[in-house]
């Protein structure tokens, strides 16, 4: 099936600096990869969008300059945290689609982000 | 808006009994409906889904059915084992961008 790895599974930082986060698709090009928060005991949140070549679009209440998406190739997503606070403490999931002919998002397994 | 409501959590059951996990939804236009299980330690993947009113989606001896009338898509399982303790979410999809919707996710252990 089709795998989605992210770098690092789990990561603790500074307050103040900043964090780069990877996501990519091992086995299939991925058009379009989405990014997720996640609190505990909460539901996903989807942060942005982002295909592969173009600017992210981004919910509403997302800082945009707050949380760098690139896009730069089929199977690489990243995501800056830049100058990260306590409350940029989460869980952040990637997931990735365009398998051929399949209309479904494959997640990664998540990271988990402590600043302090 | 679109918004998935999903039952409290979390569920203890002994092997062998009987699941039922509710999730009911608020959508704009026909939605398609989703069940995602996260087992430990790893990413979500896709349970089952339905596209359309009454379809059954079935997996690994889950079933839901879409339920327009009652705008719900209840997760059940005649018999669960250890195997299935997992975080279990319901989520929706509307328009071509496939963009989710998430409820918050029911934590389901098993014991044996």
């Known amino acids: 099936g089709a795998v989605v790895s992210q770098h690092p599974s789990w990561v603790i930082c500074k307050s103040g600096t900043s964090v780069k986060i990877e996501c990519r698709s091992l086995?299939?090009?991925?058009?379009?990869m989405f990014w997720y928060r996640q609190f505990p005991k909460q539901s996903l949140m989807l942060m942005a969008t982002?295909?592969?070549?173009?600017?992210?679009?981004?919910e509403q209440g997302v800082e945009k300059d707050k949380f760098l998406i690139n896009h730069a190739s089929l199977t690489l997503s990243t995501l800056t945290v830049t100058s990260a606070h306590p409350e940029d403490s989460s869980f952040y999931i990637c997931?990735?689609?365009?398998?051929?002919?399949?209309?479904?998002?494959?997640f990664g397994p998540g990271t988990r982000l402590t600043v302090l | 808006g679109n918004s998935v409501t999903q039952m409290e959590g979390p569920v203890t059951l002994s092997e062998e009994a009987f699941l039922t996990i509710n999730c009911t939804y608020t959508?704009?236009?026909?939605?398609?409906l989703f069940w995602y299980v996260q087992y430990p330690g790893e990413g979500l993947q896709l349970l089952l889904k339905?596209?359309?009113?009454?379809d059954k989606g079935s997996n690994k001896g889950f079933e839901a059915t879409y339920r327009k009338e009652t705008t719900s898509f209840h997760l059940e399982k005649g018999s669960v084992q250890v195997s299935d303790s997992a975080v279990y979410f319901c989520?929706?999809?509307?328009?071509?961008?496939?963009?989710?919707?998430f409820g918050k996710g029911i934590t389901l252990s098993v014991r044996p």
């Open positions: 997931s990735a689609s365009g398998l051929a002919g399949i209309n479904e998002q494959f």
């Open positions: 982002s295909n592969e070549g173009s600017k992210a679009t981004y």
């Open positions: 959508a704009t236009g026909y939605p398609s």
């Open positions: 989520a929706l999809s509307t328009g071509a961008n496939s963009k989710l919707t």
């Open positions: 086995d299939f090009q991925a058009t379009t």
């Open positions: 339905a596209t359309k009113a009454d």
